[in-house]
């Protein structure tokens, strides 16, 4: 057993402060066939292109040489820094160059960057209430004080933001304006040209983590609220969803080159550079395939896999159940009446074998919260249906008791 008296307690008060990650616990807790789970946030297989993916690393081998074995910069490789930034500026106009990108080890490693170089101890950060848990994790390691702000179905509640804001100086804001991990809801328009105002009138910097954005199955693309525009923004992105997780290929986008550089010479010491190897090859995979078609088609299975769960949850749940319906991403999230636990409703769920992930880890401070979050994307629809059907029976009695 780990001895945890002080004089044997050899961590240091940031690790201390880091919660472990509770869904490793509970996808462990789930090793079991029978279980239908809507607990991981893994991409469904559809979206690793594995046939180009293995002739792209031949071609780079063959095209590059040792190159592509040999350490590299730290900013990543730059034909991959000029597509990212010429598909942006396409996409949404932004105005950026090479020079404004960093690739990193997923976007994970960028939050674990930022944290690093933005949070002194007791800086004031906002987050989302409910928020990524991988970024609470990340920004926890820095301690700051966290304060979390109400996410409704539109993005953050402006009334909390600016009461805050009266009495605050805040470091930075974190936010997920596209389908949001873990409630699938995107900001709108409306908000998104609200927070803009609001970063500027406070002067605090927004980080947007859009790894999602691509996945829009329905509505229209809206603009960032701040990435491109202002010295105050940064935005992430990923390929994870779109193309492979597993290659962990991520990139940080900004104008402010303060950030940029701070986070250049942190990446230094972490890793001196992401995997080089990786991406050559997402590149070459890019400029000799049709991204934009292959994202199309994870996109429809995403579609008929959201649209399967929410007909079964209108037909299975109590009307007492709400739930977010995404316009796009992997998630959505479901509000039990006030007073339930779905922490306790977990335990019953994986014995009656489905399962799903309590509310509790997305929030900084809460606990036994009534709410949970459901993953569509990696089940057939026909599953989809018998386990919102096993979750509904489970809570008809729940709700009743
Ligand atoms: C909102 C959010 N940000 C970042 C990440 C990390 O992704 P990556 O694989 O690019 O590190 C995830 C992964 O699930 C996520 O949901």
Request: charged share 20%.
């Amino acid at each position: 057993m780990i001895n945890t008296q002080t004089e044997y307690n050899f961590l240091s008060q940031q690790a201390k402060s880091t919660p472990p990650s509770l869904i490793r616990a509970i996808l462990k807790a789930m090793q079991d066939d029978e279980i239908i789970s809507f607990a991981g946030g893994m991409p469904n297989p559809i979206s690793f292109p594995e046939k180009e993916l293995s002739v792209s690393m031949q071609n780079v081998v063959k095209k590059f040489g040792s190159k592509v074995f040999q350490y590299s910069i730290t900013a990543g490789l730059l034909e991959l820094r000029e597509y990212i930034a010429d598909r942006y500026n396409r996409k949404f106009n932004l105005g950026i160059n090479a020079e404004n990108i960093i690739i990193t080890t997923g976007s994970q490693q960028a939050l674990d960057l930022l944290a690093k170089v933005l949070i002194d101890k007791n800086d004031n950060i906002l987050i989302e209430k409910p928020g990524y848990l991988g970024a609470i994790q990340a920004f926890s390691q820095y301690q700051p004080t966290f304060h979390p702000i109400t996410l409704e179905n539109d993005g953050m509640n402006i009334n909390e933001l600016n009461n805050l804001l009266s009495n605050r100086k805040i470091k930075f804001g974190y936010v997920v304006p596209n389908f949001q991990n873990p409630t699938g809801i995107s900001y709108s328009k409306e908000k998104r040209d609200k927070l803009y105002d609001i970063i500027k009138k406070n002067n605090f910097l927004l980080i947007e983590d859009d790894p999602y954005g691509e996945l829009r199955f329905e509505g229209e693309p809206l603009p960032y609220i701040a990435a491109g525009d202002t010295q105050n923004s940064v935005l992430l992105g990923s390929f994870s969803k779109t193309i492979t997780p597993g290659m962990r290929l991520g990139y940080m986008i900004t104008k402010n080159d303060d950030i940029r550089i701070a986070v250049n010479t942190a990446k230094e010491a972490a890793d001196l550079h992401t995997n080089i190897f990786a991406q050559y090859v997402i590149w070459d995979y890019l400029i000799n395939n049709d991204f934009d078609a292959h994202i199309q088609k994870i996109k429809n299975l995403y579609k008929i896999q959201s649209t399967a769960m929410i007909e079964a949850i209108k037909e299975f749940f109590p009307q007492n159940i709400k739930y977010t319906i995404p316009q796009g991403g992997m998630f959505l999230w479901v509000t039990l009446p006030e007073g339930l636990s779905s922490m306790k409703l977990f335990d019953i769920a994986i014995k009656n074998k489905v399962a799903f992930v309590p509310g509790d880890p997305f929030y900084v401070a809460e606990k036994n919260v009534n709410a949970l979050r459901l993953n569509y994307t990696n089940a057939s629809p026909e599953t989809i249906k018998t386990g919102i059907k096993r979750l509904g029976e489970i809570l008809k009695n729940y709700t009743l008791m």
